[in-house]
């Protein structure tokens, strides 16, 4: 699986900045983590993960299990939640996305595979 395609398309498509791309995947392949182990992984700062993981959020993407420990959400539903928000956000007509549709089906697997260890 090439995830940076489909980081690439996180951006191009839903408009994520590139650290949140990074953090969605993260937690979506991988399962729930706290802010320090996203900042350790991806060698960034304990804010920047925790703002990240904060927004994605804000955007429909992670639920918070503790104040700093964010779960994904099912790919299949963030990736359209995503895209339906970044459609309000910039007034564009919301309607079926085949590159966001194929996010989704993409990152189902290893969403599901890190959750059934």
């Known amino acids: ?55 994605l959020m804000t955007l429909g993407a992670f639920i918070d299990i503790t104040e700093t420990e964010f779960e994904a959400m099912h790919p299949r539903f963030t990736a359209v939640n995503m895209y339906r928000r970044m459609c309000e956000r910039e007034n564009r007509s919301f309607g079926r996305n085949k590159i966001v549709d194929s996010v989704g089906v993409i990152l189902e697997k290893p969403y599901d595979d890190a959750r059934t260890k």
Do not use: F, W
């Open 1 to 55: 699986m090439d995830l940076s395609k489909i980081e690439n398309d996180l951006i191009s498509e839903i408009k994520l900045q590139p650290l949140q791309a990074k953090v969605y995947l993260l937690i979506t392949c991988h399962g729930k983590m706290s802010s320090v182990t996203i900042a350790k992984k991806l060698k960034i700062s304990e804010e920047d993960a925790q703002k990240a993981s904060r927004d």
